[in-house]
Structures are given as C-alpha cells and as structure tokens.
C-alpha cells in the first residue's frame, strides 16, 4: 500500500475557470475526509464520506464547491466558478473510522486561482 | 466544540537543543489528541497520538507529548534537536463519534547550525 495519493499536485487556473481534483485513498478505508490548508494556518475541515455517502459538510463549503465518491473507493472535489480566495493546498485523507479515528494525509493539491 | 490553541507561530532553537512546541486544547468531552508534522509541500504525517491509554505519548523520529488534563496541554518534546526537525508541526483534537479533526495554526520550528 503506497498510502495516500491526491492528483493533480500543483494546480493553476484562472479565476471563473472549473478545477477537479482526485484523491485515492488507503485502500482498506471506509472513511476519506477533505480539508483546506491556507498558507500560515491549520488544515480545515470540508467534507468526509463513509464509503459513498457523504455525511457531514462543512460551512466553509459553498455551493461552488461539490465533493464525490461515487463507487465508495477514490474521490473527487470540484471548484466552479473559482475565485482568488479559493487558492490553498487541498488535503484529502483517510481512515478506518474506528476510534480515535488516525486520519492518513495525502500529499495535498496546491491550487494557484490567478 | 472543540478548538486548539498552538502558542508561538515560530520556534527556533539550535541543533541538540531541547525542542517545545506549546499545544493548548479546549474540550467538554475527553479528548483524542494529535501531532502532525508537515515538511515543505507535503501533506501531513503523523508524530503522535493521545487516547487515554497513557498520558505520556512516545511518537516517532524522538518526540514525546505528555497530556495533562489539569492545564489542558498537550505539549510536545525532543531532548535534542536535529537539522531533519525543521518543518511545521500541527496539534489536532477529536473526539469519540466526531469524524474531523480541529487543528491548531501550527508552529514552524526551525534549527539553527
């Protein structure tokens, strides 16, 4: 297992243009989180799905933003319409969801919105 | 809600000196606590983790946390520091049946020659 691995690495768009992004998870975990990273601060929390479903979301994601996992294996989140203020580094992680829930990170994907 | 506090953007110490990253939490409810270590665009790995097992938490690359319900700390700590320490370290609570992680704003720790 080569751990977590997110695709594109380094990502750079204009503003208004739409981005996906790709995380495979470790491939026994049932859980896969998203979080945002700005520069100088803390990952934050976006969304995490248990298999397919996605079970809670953040406020921080707003209606441009949409998150799948459709076969309950790799993700993907979209950015419509990006804006300046959307470039961060993009983490996803993983888990087994049994407590203390140990999240794995992945490598993230530096978005750059010019 | 639970929340993070991380004192000192900065630590700089020099190399085989003591290192103490400052991790202070707030929780209603016994906490899991987490350190997380992130090198320069990279994604963050795991040092160590807190559950309740034993206050004292050894982790790897020689840092160790000690959780002290009384002050709410989780504070960690290498006897003596390396050159390969130099990154940004991140403190994270949880709890049982929440599924993100609350992280602090992180310490960057740099290591002087």
């Known amino acids: 297992d080569t751990g977590v691995s997110q695709d594109p690495r380094h990502k750079i768009t204009k503003r208004g243009q739409n981005v996906t992004f790709r995380c495979d998870p470790i491939?026994?975990?049932?859980?896969l989180y998203w979080y945002r990273q700005t520069l100088g601060q803390g990952p934050e929390f976006l969304t995490y799905f248990q298999n397919e479903a996605q079970l809670e979301k953040s406020r921080l994601l707003s209606d441009r933003f949409s998150a799948e996992r459709p076969k309950g294996s790799f993700s993907t989140l979209e950015i419509q319409r990006t804006e300046q203020g959307d470039s961060a580094m993009y983490l996803c992680a993983s888990s087994l969801g049994v407590s203390p829930n140990e999240q794995f990170f992945g490598p993230g994907t530096r978005l750059t919105v010019l | 809600a639970q929340s993070v506090t991380q004192l000192g953007s900065h630590v700089s110490v020099s190399e085989g000196a003591l290192v103490l990253l400052r991790c202070n939490y707030s929780s209603s409810v016994p906490p899991y606590l987490f350190w997380y270590v992130q090198y320069p665009n990279q994604g963050l790995q795991l040092l160590l983790k807190y559950t309740s097992a034993a206050t004292l938490v050894k982790g790897i690359n020689g840092f160790e946390a000690e959780f002290k319900k009384s002050e709410t700390s989780f504070h960690l700590t290498k006897p003596s520091a390396h050159m390969s320490d130099a990154a940004e370290y991140f403190c994270?609570?949880?709890?049982?049946?929440?599924?993100?992680?609350?992280f602090g704003q992180g310490t960057r720790l740099t290591i002087n020659p």
């Open positions: 491939s026994e975990h049932n859980r």
């Open positions: 994270a609570v949880s709890v049982q049946g929440a599924q993100k992680l609350v």
